[in-house]
C-alpha cells in the first residue's frame, strides 16, 4: 500500500491568527488579536488621532509583548516620519484593508462636499 498524501492549507500570516497565549488590544472597551482589525477599529474612529503619540507607543508595546517583532519594526518606520499623526496614518491605512477613511469619516466623492461645508474634517 502506498502512503496516501497529505495536503496542507497555506498558513494564515501571523497578522491574521490570534493564538490563545495572545495578549490583546484594547480600545474603546474591544479587544483586538490582529493588527488587520486594531487599524479598522482606529480608522472608524476619532479617538487615536487626538492623543495619536501615545496611542503608536502603545501599538508598539503591544506588538513586542506578542512578539511581533518585524511588525513593531515597520510602526517604527510608519512613526519615524513627519509626525505622529503621518505614523498613525500610515498605520491604519497600511493594515486596515478598508476604503480610505480620516477620523473615523469615509472619504469618497460623495462625502468631500460634505466635508468641506459641513467642516468636519
Same mark, same amino acid.
Given at each position: 500500500m502506498g502512503r496516501t498524501p497529505k495536503y496542507y492549507e497555506d498558513a494564515a500570516s501571523p497578522l491574521e491568527k490570534a493564538p490563545l497565549d495572545m495578549i490583546p488590544f484594547r480600545f474603546e472597551g474591544n479587544e483586538y488579536f490582529s493588527v488587520e482589525e486594531l487599524a479598522r477599529a482606529f480608522a472608524a474612529s476619532e479617538a487615536p488621532w487626538t492623543y495619536a503619540d501615545s496611542c503608536m507607543r502603545e501599538v508598539r508595546y503591544w506588538l +513586542?509583548?506578542?512578539?511581533?517583532?518585524?511588525?513593531?519594526?515597520?510602526?517604527?518606520?510608519?512613526?519615524?516620519?513627519?509626525?505622529? +499623526?503621518?505614523?498613525?496614518?500610515r498605520f491604519v491605512h497600511t493594515n486596515a484593508r478598508r476604503p480610505f477613511s480620516l477620523l473615523g469619516k469615509l472619504i469618497n466623492a460623495d462625502n468631500l462636499l460634505l466635508f468641506k461645508y459641513k467642516k468636519l474634517l
Open positions: +513586542e509583548k506578542n512578539m511581533m517583532f518585524e511588525e513593531a519594526a515597520n510602526l517604527d518606520n510608519d512613526i519615524s516620519g513627519p509626525g505622529p +499623526e503621518h505614523g498613525l496614518f
